[in-house]
């Protein structure tokens, strides 16, 4: 399926899980190398940029965490000529749904501000990208937030899968991420000789956006991690007073229950078997050694 846009002598076409047929009317109508269109119709796997007398070929990986229809990686290729931009993917991608409307509308109203080339096309879709890169990472620091207020809530041995299902989502972030660092500083090296120096400027703030969005994932790694630490703490402290708990429960009962056990011997001497009340002679005795020894603890500040 493609989708053709048209403004100001700018052509964006948009292809999704495109046929061998319309890869080769692509290939056709812009002048694409072979090598390229083959690329068009299986996903890459992994990032890169190569550069061409009439366009450039660019691919880059985009996590989906929650704003994907199919998997979790979006793989897009960018064909940039002078005046058409070609845009490749497998799936439903938001931002460059949201793009199209804006494309659209400066349509209708006859605007003029995408630029003249398509450079600039492929400059503030890459921004759309990012911002929604940065979309998932706000969902990912609203979750941590909230496992924040469930550990101090005596929540932490639940918060162990949270904090783990949180730290698989940022690890996705930064696996998609960190490969376009080595990308966008080839684009921003040779992109200015292809689209004229005064590209220069957006070239760099588009690796700004994604130092920024970087930079917000780092963060929210580091604060996944101090959560942890507390979390586990926590954890440890509450399992080592719960252990604190059963030994002296345990030194409690033994020699209570050696004391009875001794008394149980069905021996002629025995001083209290026999005698009258002595179900509760017992009873008082047990109850009083617990007693001296529940004392003891609490003198010796065990408990």
């Known amino acids: 399926m493609h989708t053709r846009y048209e403004h100001n002598g700018l052509v964006w076409i948009d292809l999704e899980s495109p046929s061998r047929e319309e890869v080769q009317d692509i ?23 190569e550069f061409y007398d009439a366009y ?79 979309h998932e990472v706000e969902y990912v620091r609203h979750d941590l937030d909230t496992i924040e207020e469930h550990i101090f809530s005596g929540h932490e041995v639940a918060m162990v899968t949270s904090i783990s299902r949180s730290a698989r989502d940022l690890l996705n972030l930064r696996q998609r991420i960190e490969p376009h660092r080595e990308v966008l500083r080839d684009f921003e090296s040779s992109g200015p000789k292809f689209f004229g120096a005064d590209f220069s400027a957006y070239v760099r703030s588009i690796s ?46 033994f020699p209570l229950a050696l004391f009875v056990a001794i008394l149980d011997i069905n021996a002629q001497s025995n001083p209290i078997i026999g005698l009258p009340y002595d179900f509760w002679i017992i009873v008082t005795a047990v109850l009083t050694m617990g007693a001296g020894m529940l004392l003891y603890f609490k003198h010796k500040k065990w408990l």
């Open 27 to 49: 290939m056709d109508q812009f002048a694409v190398a072979p090598l390229i269109a083959e690329e068009l119709l299986l996903p890459a796997t992994k990032p890169r940029v």
């Open 56 to 134: 450039v070929y660019l691919v880059l990986h985009f996590p989906a965490l929650r704003h994907s229809h199919k998997t979790r990686e979006q793989e897009i290729d960018f064909i940039v000529g002078r005046n058409f931009l070609i845009t490749t993917h497998y799936d439903t991608i938001d931002p460059l749904h949201k793009f199209s409307k804006v494309f659209e509308v400066n349509s209708l109203l006859d605007k003029s501000n995408l630029g003249d080339h398509a450079g600039y096309m492929l400059y503030y879709m890459l921004k759309k990208l990012y911002g929604a890169v940065e």
């Open 208 to 253: 700004d956006e994604y130092y920024r969005v970087h930079n917000h994932i780092m963060r929210a790694t580091e604060s996944l991690h101090e959560l942890r630490e507390t979390n586990n703490s926590l954890l440890s402290t509450k399992q080592n007073e719960t252990m604190r708990i059963l030994t002296i429960m345990a030194l409690l009962t």
